[in-house]
């Protein structure tokens, strides 16, 4: 008596054979009951804000979409942009010791930036 290995494949084609009919018919309904569906949102035409930038430069010094920022004036500066925001970006030289990154992305996130990206 040998062992039959074949893949009986009759259920699949009667499962598929049944969703055709299934969608082909309530396609038929859709022209005939009233479907609610929300409309499509709007699409402002203005602008995204550009992304913040806030970058530690090999020297030393602060600067924030490539403009220099001194680190006295840094906490608030980062207040004032992160109005209406929640994303910045902080891009750190290599061989910027990484206190000063961990104390950058606190004072973003002391002026209100929910989320920060680190760039390479």
Excluded: C, W
Aim: aromatic share 6%; net charge positive.
């Amino acid at each position: 008596m040998a062992v039959n290995a074949e893949i009986n494949v009759t259920p699949m084609i009667d499962v598929l054979l049944v969703l055709l009919v299934v969608f082909m018919i309530s396609m038929q309904f859709r022209s005939i009951l009233p479907v609610n569906v929300p409309p499509p949102p709007e699409r402002s035409t203005g602008r995204a804000a550009p992304q913040l930038v806030l970058e530690l430069k090999a020297d030393g010094s602060y600067a924030i979409n490539g403009s220099a920022t001194e680190l006295s004036a840094l906490p608030a500066r980062l207040h004032d942009l992160a109005a209406g925001r929640n994303l910045i970006f902080v891009r750190a030289a290599p061989r910027r010791p990484y206190r000063d990154v961990v104390r950058a992305v606190d004072l973003a996130k002391g002026a209100g930036f929910q989320i920060v990206g680190y760039m390479p």
